[in-house]
């Protein structure tokens, strides 16, 4: 990780504690053909190895259309990488068809591993990050060029803000 502050250090080092457990077999997180929740594995677990997933991809170079840290990401194709080798789960398409499945989750009520989305070109479900808790989530903006973390509470996010999306139960 790189450029890392050390508020955002402290929630990967909290996500990193709380993630301290046996992670299920990876047959049987694979087995799921969508991104649909995961049976049998405690959804916190698997929310935080994605956050903290997510947070190794800080400063990781944007792309339209990216779809793998060497090449450049751009915010769905993050969320897909992220959603593959952390938690095993296939998610794929715009930030709008990813935001089609899932189970809606209350902004008070969200937790690591989460995914939010926005509305930043003037079209409903045009961007999408992952909640790393705090009140922070993990994303890849055309702006700057970087994946980086930034808050819900920043003016231009909570302008923004149109739903929220849980795939584990």
């Known amino acids: ?49 994605v956050a903290l997933y997510a947070l190794g991809l800080i400063d990781t170079g944007y792309r339209f259309g990216g779809k793998n840290p060497d090449a450049g990401l751009d915010c769905s194709g993050m969320v897909a990488y992220v959603f593959d080798r952390a938690a095993g789960l296939r998610v794929s398409g715009s930030a709008a068809e990813i935001a089609q499945v899932g189970k809606p989750v209350e902004r008070e009520s969200l937790k690591p591993g989460d995914l939010v989305f926005f509305n930043t070109r003037n079209r409903p479900w045009s961007h999408v990050g992952i909640y790393i808790g705090d009140g922070r989530f993990v994303h890849a903006p055309a702006t700057n060029g970087r994946v980086r973390v930034d808050r819900m509470t920043d003016r231009y996010y909570a302008q923004r803000f149109e739903a929220a999306r849980s795939y584990f139960d």
């Open 1 to 49: 990780m790189h450029n890392l502050t050390p508020s955002t250090l402290a929630i990967a080092l909290g996500l990193l504690l709380s993630a301290c457990t046996t992670a299920p077999p990876e047959a049987a997180r694979r087995a799921d053909p969508g991104p649909t929740a995961i049976a049998g594995v405690r959804a916190a677990d698997i929310g935080s190895d």
